[in-house]
């Protein structure tokens, strides 16, 4: 018995070590074919997309940004699972160990094949992969046990090729993706240069930020603007190559390179932006000040045809969003986004042509790597979180949302500030009031705002007795609507409900 314990030890430690070798030769050669074409990369893709909508909130709910990452950690987890009761079971007939093997290559080699714009030799990282693990594991097997099992200078054997292996593997795909990086676009969009805009630049009026410790700034950096979107590995577009196609149900269909749209027109605007799977006090948002060519100029250009009341924006990597044709139309400064913060996009966030839109939640506005505008309609078409049970329409909901003092927090008694934001893009924002435990409501002093499109920085003087003290916070819009203090979860058109956070002032 205890042979058979120590056999199945030692395969279950080759089959490991034979995935690594497999993952370290595929991520090395997707460097050359692209990082969407690495096995995990390209399953993981197809699990994001396969998945219902309820592990997709979950895992944001648990993991934040983070959740793609989770996903490539749990991936690796379960092929060095699968790997393991694959080596396992090859040392009693080695054909079960090559048949895994081949299950790992066809899968990845299917999903690989299968993505958004896949070159044909996608299969080629997943493919070597699955030659180098059948030879590790040919290697292994090759070790004659004894009647008792795998003697210690067989299992010390392996123990040394998996260490290197392994470590060899981590190494070239850590490596690989920094090469990757380095083969990105990076040089490309440093060289950018931003045009001048065509009227006056966005300017921020006096008094528009408090500058408070904890509070949110006005204008959100570019490397803390919040990451939401469905790749999981950034696609890097050369601006040399970048083609824009309008089409669909139009007059005339357009193809503007990005060297044309830098010379069109251009707007700089301050807007916020929101993603819908923010809870309540989430930080899923954002306001920056962008700069692009208004979507309406090159709409009225194309000419939508009766009936196309919806325009599809659509990704690099095949993300889709639906927009409200009439949205994009009614003098709202939905634009083409080339700048962000005075500088071209970041990689991250869309480079080198992303979609703005002001009042609308970004599965349903902000595409990223935008490569075409499809008018269509709502009727004939449902666009990637559609199809997942979101809903059609997007509007942001009036909201707030208290910055400081922090939940949990323990200020000292005596005059303090409660300070936060509140947003209802393209509306505005005309009071925000704060309740603490169960007083009166007293109304917060709104900061200045540059337009209806941006959040809005609010205080409130409050002088804090020891004990322990909740605090909530609910907003108004430029319309007259409050919002509502019923609780609804993000699915499927966004949160609801006050924010309140509870202190122990000491």
């Known amino acids: 018995m205890l042979g058979g314990v120590r056999s199945r030890t030692y395969g279950a430690l080759a089959g490991i070590t034979a995935a690594a070798a497999a993952i370290g030769v595929a991520e090395g050669l997707a460097v050359l074919t692209g990082?969407?074409?690495?096995?995990?990369?390209?399953?993981?893709?197809?699990?994001?997309?396969?998945?219902?909508?309820?592990?997709?909130?979950?895992?944001v709910d648990v993991f934040y940004t983070y959740d793609k990452l989770a996903l490539l950690v749990g991936t690796l987890v379960l092929l060095a699972a699968f790997a393991a009761v694959t080596g396992a079971l090859a040392t009693k007939r080695a054909i079960f160990g090559y048949a895994g093997i081949g299950i790992f290559a066809a899968v990845g080699i299917a999903a690989a094949l299968t993505r958004h714009n896949a070159p044909w030799y996608a299969f080629v990282p997943t493919l070597a992969g699955a030659v180098a693990a059948a030879g590790v594991l040919h290697l292994a097997l090759r070790q004659e046990p004894a009647e008792s099992g795998y003697t210690y200078e067989q299992r010390r054997w392996l123990l040394r090729v998996a260490g290197g292996i392994i470590a060899g593997a981590a190494v070239i795909g850590f490596a690989g993706r920094w090469w990757a990086t380095r083969r990105g676009v990076q040089?490309?969009?440093?060289?950018v240069h931003v045009p001048e805009i065509s009227e006056s630049p966005a300017t921020l009026p006096p008094q528009a930020d408090a500058q408070l410790a904890d509070l949110a700034p006005f204008v959100t950096p570019n490397k803390d603007f919040y990451l939401i979107d469905t790749a999981l590995v950034v696609p890097q577009v050369s601006p040399r190559d970048w083609k824009l196609r309008i089409h669909g149900r139009v007059e005339r269909e357009l193809t503007i390179t990005y060297?044309?749209?830098?010379k069109r027109p251009m707007i700089e605007r301050y807007i916020t932006l929101a993603c819908v799977s923010n809870e309540v006090g989430g930080g899923l948002i954002g306001n920056a000040r962008w700069q692009g060519v208004r979507v309406k100029d090159l709409l009225d250009e194309a000419g939508p045809k009766q009936g196309a009341d919806q325009v599809v924006s659509r990704s690099v990597d095949g993300f889709t969003a639906g927009?409200?044709?009439?949205?994009?139309?009614d003098g709202r400064d939905a634009m083409l986004a080339i700048a962000m913060n005075g500088e071209p996009l970041p990689i991250e966030h869309g480079f080198p042509v992303r979609m703005v839109v002001p009042g609308l939640y970004g599965y349903v506005s902000a595409t990223k790597w935008l490569a075409e505008l499809e008018l269509t309609s709502f009727a004939d078409f449902d666009a990637y979180w559609i199809?997942?049970?979101?809903?059609?329409?997007?509007?942001?909901?009036?909201?707030?949302r208290i910055?400081?003092?922090?939940?949990?927090?323990?200020?000292?008694?005596?005059?303090?500030?409660?300070?936060?934001?509140?947003?209802?893009?393209?509306?505005?924002?005309s009071k925000v009031e704060v309740?603490?435990?169960?007083?009166?409501?007293?109304?917060?002093?709104?900061?200045?705002?540059?337009?209806?499109?941006?959040?809005?920085q609010w205080r409130l003087q409050w002088t804090a007795a020891p004990g322990r003290h909740r605090i909530t916070v609910r907003a108004t819009d430029n319309a007259g609507q409050t919002q509502t203090d019923a609780v609804a979860p993000p699915d499927p058109d966004g949160a609801t409900g006050w924010h309140s956070i509870a202190i122990d002032v000491r």
């Open 35 to 59: 990082a969407a074409t690495a096995p995990l990369v390209a399953v993981g893709g197809v699990v994001i997309d396969a998945v219902p909508a309820q592990v997709k909130n979950f895992a």
């Open 187 to 191: 040089a490309e969009r440093d060289a």
């Open 259 to 262: 060297d044309e749209l830098l």
């Open 323 to 329: 927009t409200p044709t009439a949205v994009l139309l």
């Open 387 to 400: 199809k997942r049970g979101w809903a059609a329409q997007g509007p942001i909901k009036t909201q707030s």
């Open 403 to 429: 910055d400081t003092p922090r939940d949990g927090g323990e200020p000292k008694a005596g005059p303090l500030v409660i300070a936060g934001v509140a947003w209802a893009q393209h509306r505005g924002v």
């Open 435 to 456: 309740q603490v435990d169960d007083g009166e409501w007293q109304r917060a002093e709104l900061l200045a705002v540059p337009s209806v499109d941006t959040w809005r």
